[in-house]
């Protein structure tokens, strides 16, 4: 019923925005599946037909799809003729229900006709859960069970053993010794979240890296959780147990300097591809996406040195008045 009411505003869209257009122009909307599951990376294909010849087409860029549930990965172009133009976008699918591309714009340039905009058609994707739904058992009630009617003499019997035991329990603890008195703790030397990022990233580039046992999926988790641990300490966001599209919308309300975020993002997508989508990277890409996180430690060094100071005052403070509670 959900897919049939989706795929009738899909119609509906189509059929106002079709006479927008110029005619002669014509715009073809593909996917490459209909039914997404969570991390699935779909094809998107935008094809700009036209009858006469243009001189160029702007497609949409990485900013229109710049949304929790879809995120871009990447795109590739394809002039195939002076009157046909195409971009082939692969994107990844986070959401939990069925999902609605909108209206995509291009904008044609022609020097006879002039400048124009042509639009896409919606697009439906639905989604697809690997969670079965099972039936519901209803236990039965207990039966009531009926006691005996005199109980005096037994609840006198509890209360005279609870004061037996309570006086017991008093007379061993007087005849205990008293315990030493314990030592204050050693105070718990800050650990600086750049450093250890840092120590991460070279394990990552080293002779133990899972790269040198081509463990793709075991490299790519760490990277992604030494970025993800960084953000929990530093940020105070609990990144360890979001999704990367929960993670940037963080980031962004924080905020977060945009080239964090544009980094952030790069590392964590390649990340999920691998872990969910069952993507097959090489060496020089892993070391690709090791480049950029090692370009995320410098960016972070500058930005967030005064942050990290911050945090390394109040942890010493802390120290210091839990040692002065222990004396």
Do not use: C
């Amino acid at each position: 019923m959900q897919n049939t009411l989706i795929g009738s505003i899909v119609l509906l869209l189509f059929l106002i925005s079709g006479p927008g257009q110029a005619q002669g122009q014509e715009l073809h909307t593909y996917v490459d599946r209909d039914s997404v599951r969570v991390g699935d990376v779909i094809s998107y294909t935008l094809v700009v037909n036209t009858g006469d010849n243009f001189q160029s087409a702007v497609f949409p860029g990485e900013d229109k799809f710049e949304d929790e549930d879809l995120i871009f990965v990447n795109r590739q172009r394809h002039r195939l003729s002076a009157n046909r133009d195409s971009v082939v976008y692969h994107l990844q699918f986070f959401g939990t229900e069925d999902y609605i591309i909108a209206r995509m714009p291009v904008e044609l340039a022609n020097d006879a006709d002039g400048d124009s905009t042509i639009y896409s058609t919606p697009v439906p994707l639905f989604f697809k859960t690997v969670i079965a739904e099972g039936d519901e058992e209803f236990r039965p009630l207990k039966p009531i069970f009926a006691f005996a009617a005199d109980l005096w003499p037994w609840l006198l019997a509890i209360i005279l053993l609870g004061l037996a035991g309570w006086l017991l329990y008093r007379y061993l603890q007087k005849r205990e010794p008293k315990p030493e008195p314990k030592e204050a703790p050693e105070p718990i030397p800050f650990e600086n979240p750049l450093l250890r990022l840092r120590d991460q990233l070279h394990t990552l580039s080293g002779e133990n890296s899972p790269l040198n046992r081509r463990d793709f999926k075991e490299f790519y988790v760490l990277l992604g959780d030494a970025i993800r641990e960084y953000f929990e300490h530093v940020y105070d966001i609990n990144a360890l147990e979001m999704t990367s599209g929960e993670i940037m919308k963080e980031l962004r309300e924080y905020p977060a300097e945009k080239e964090i975020i544009s980094i952030t993002r790069k590392v964590l997508n390649e990340a999920d591809m691998v872990k969910f989508a069952k993507f097959e990277p090489d060496i020089p890409q892993a070391n690709k996406a090791l480049e950029v996180a090692f370009q995320f430690l410098e960016v972070v060094s500058e930005t967030d040195k005064y942050r990290i100071e911050e945090l390394r005052e109040s942890h010493e403070s802390q120290q210091e008045l839990l040692t002065a509670e222990a004396n």
